[in-house]
């Protein structure tokens, strides 16, 4: 692969800032439930009720040693399988347990073997960017970076153009992690054809909004970010229509019918399981299964993701009033998942971050962009929260910039004053005059946030 890829500045979240509400905030959000002003679950949703149960019971049965007990840990990820199934519309033997998603992204591109392209658009999330890359040249397809024509990460006329002849795949993330545009999976699915693989990594939509789940031929979603599940387990989904055309590629001894046969390798097991390294982590897998549970009971992605389009467009709507700009704004209400960003001109972004931070209101900065990311948790009044903090950070920049031309006229007058002053007493002298020279040094800016 010869063309250079320019990835998009890593997301940064900082840790809370010294004061009361950034400790109320940071610690409710990282331990005790998300507080009202936590609007970042697209970075990671502190753990949903019934995970954390499902847990700590799983923990606690870890801890036991009767062939009973680990009989039915063993039976967690079964039922977590089960629980999945549901979700995506599969059947539970299409669906693996991977220990997080950038690792089924590497099973993904380990089973694809080449000759062949697998298109990737400019601008994805790293993690599905360099699965593709590390196979491209050892046995895997070649990798085509596609630029995009425009504000979203990928539209069917653009795939179109790009789809020829020796094009294998196309992988591309059902969510974009910056904007919250909804890839048109299915739009893209028809484009591609049953011949053509559809890859989709699911982590940023799977169980916020509903996604076009039957047109992935290979899905992949942790669980920490909209799940509310914690790290540990991610769900690896593997169609059967296009099993035949992946092979094993990090399947390892829990990938096989024999794993102590004499010989090996020993055949690998039907469906998704063939793709397994290793046994999966029974407590995560108890959280993820007990997630998507409690998701379902709540009425699926339909009922929660309404109620997270209309919480993130309340707050869209309140950072317009504050004068921001939205990034990709006028997405249909569809087209949008849970994710809005937005950024204030003329203001230094850290400073905003560090000022929502401070009162409370917990984000990521991307670059100059601020990412919102509210649930169905998320109460009204963190808009209020929100608004609030915007409305005293814009009122205090503005306060200090009419201070500063204040300050300015008054010097320049000030100066006017003392240089007719000087003109007058050099005539009257007859002497010249030498003014001091003053040299200014510039205010430092403040540091800019590290980008790793």
């Known amino acids: 692969m010869n063309d250079q890829i320019r990835a998009r500045a ?42 954390t149960t499902a847990l700590a019971d799983a923990t606690a049965l870890a801890g036991r040693s009767g062939p009973a007990d680990l009989d039915r840990l063993f039976a967690l990820s079964d039922a977590a399988r089960v629980s999945a199934a549901r979700l995506l519309d599969a059947r539970p033997h299409e669906i693996a347990l991977a220990p997080s998603t950038s690792n089924g992204l590497f099973t993904a591109a380990a089973a694809l073997r080449g000759p062949g392209t697998v298109l990737v658009p400019r601008g994805e999330f790293p993690a599905n960017v360099y699965p593709w890359i590390r196979f491209a040249g050892r046995g895997g397809p070649d990798v085509r970076l596609v630029e995009p024509d425009g504000p979203r990460h990928i539209s069917p006329d653009l795939l179109r153009r790009h789809l020829t002849p020796d094009v294998t795949a196309l992988t591309v993330s059902a969510v974009d992690s910056l904007t919250g545009h909804v890839a048109p999976l299915a739009a893209l699915k028809e484009i591609l054809g049953p011949e053509r693989l559809l890859v989709v990594d699911a982590i ?22 909209w799940l509310r599940a914690g790290w540990g387990a991610a769900f690896l989904l593997i169609r059967d229509r296009c099993a035949e055309r ?11 019918t024999d ?33 998507v549970d409690g998701l379902l009971e709540r009425g699926g992605p339909a009922a929660v993701g309404t109620r997270i389009r209309a919480t993130l467009a309340e707050l869209l709507d ?28 003329g203001h230094d972004p850290l400073a905003v971050h560090q000022a929502l931070e401070a009162a409370g209101v917990i984000t990521t900065r991307r670059g100059e962009w601020i990412r919102l990311s509210p649930h169905v948790s998320t109460p009204p009044a963190a808009a209020d929260l929100f608004a609030e903090a915007l409305h005293v950070l814009t009122q205090r920049t503005s306060h200090l910039r009419t201070s500063s031309t204040s300050t300015s006229s008054t010097s320049s007058t000030s100066t006017s004053s ?35």
């Open 318 to 345: 309140r950072a317009r009033r504050a004068g921001a700009e939205v990034l990709l704004d006028g997405l249909g209400e569809r087209d949008r998942a849970g994710i809005g960003t937005f950024r204030l001109p």
């Open 204 to 225: 940023q939509g799977l169980g916020a909004v509903p996604l076009d789940v039957d047109a992935a031929d290979v899905l992949v979603s942790g669980g920490q970010k």
């Open 418 to 452: 003392t240089s007719s002053t000087s003109t007058s007493s050099t005539s009257s002298t007859s002497r010249a005059v030498n003014p001091d020279t003053h040299a200014h040094t510039p205010r430092s800016q403040e540091p800019t946030c590290p980008t790793a």
């Open 259 to 291: 794993p102590f046969a004499a010989r090996h390798p020993a055949p690998p097991l039907p469906g998704a399981a063939a793709h397994l390294a290793t046994n999966p982590d029974f407590p995560a897998a108890a959280a993820i299964g007990a997630a």
């Open 10 to 51: 890593p997301e940064t979240s900082r840790r809370a800032a010294p004061g009361p509400a950034s400790q109320t905030a940071t610690g409710a959000a990282l331990g005790g439930g998300p507080t009202v002003g936590y609007l970042d679950y697209a970075r990671v949703g502190p753990l949903a009720p019934e995970a």
């Open 246 to 256: 992946l092979g094993p590629g990090l399947g390892g001894w829990a990938g096989v």
